[in-house]
């Protein structure tokens, strides 16, 4: 590859890639130098979702699409972190990918707010084939941004979360969950492909802890 014309690699993979592969090649590169043990920048956090076949049932996917944003709300919680942008994005079996975003004006780290916005962008999206795959992921990531609700109890709400946060760590993902999510029958909770590696150590959270695939 190092000593592949430049011009030749442009002409079989373009200009941006034949650039980039000369460049590889010749052992350039641009990229800052990361140290091992330099925590990295996570820019997202997000998980999706393949079902067992396709569907065109808008609540099936409404169902999955609140299962995934209360994961994503508890692995922000977990690492203290809040966003403010929401990214759909849905998948067909022919791998027709469509993927939306929106920005929201106030911070947030919990499944059921990331729910409903993602709710809202797809109730603004027209399902034109049926759906194979579901994601949904949080961006615009600050640590420790909690906005405070108005004409709510907000120390309630937090005793809350934490609450909620300590029984699924012990005893399980979705053991207290809500009604909507009865449909999806739990013999096939692991029939898809989750984005996460492996539980955390120690606990049967499936959103507990740090091991998991931060998008970057």
């Not at 396709?54 to 690492?79: F, I, N, P």
């Not at 109730?123 to 640590?143: C, F």
Request: net charge positive.
């Amino acid at each position: 590859l190092g000593g592949a014309p430049r011009a030749l690699l442009r002409a079989h993979f373009g200009f941006f890639w034949g650039e980039l592969l000369a460049d590889m090649g010749q052992g350039k590169d641009a990229s800052p130098v990361v140290s091992c043990v330099q925590e990295p920048v996570i820019k997202s956090m997000g998980h999706s979702y393949t079902l067992e076949r396709d569907t065109w049932d808008l609540e099936k996917v409404q169902a999955h699409l609140l299962r995934l944003s209360l994961m994503v709300g508890r692995r922000l919680r977990a690492e203290e972190y809040a966003g403010r942008t929401i990214r759909l994005t849905l998948r067909s079996s022919d791998f027709c990918t469509v993927c939306r975003h929106r920005t929201f004006p106030r911070w947030f780290h919990h499944g059921r707010e990331i729910y409903q916005g993602a709710r809202h962008i797809l109730q603004a999206l027209p399902l034109k084939r049926p759906v194979r795959m579901i994601g949904v992921a949080v961006a615009n990531l600050a640590k420790g941004a909690c906005q405070r609700e108005l004409f709510v109890d907000n120390d309630r709400l937090r005793a809350l979360e934490e609450g909620e946060d300590a029984v699924l760590d012990r005893f399980g993902e979705f053991v207290i969950a809500p009604a909507a999510l009865l449909r999806l029958r739990q013999a096939r909770r692991e029939e898809g492909k989750w984005t996460f590696i492996s539980a955390p150590q120690g606990s049967r959270s499936l959103a507990g802890g740090r091991r998991f695939i931060l998008t970057r």
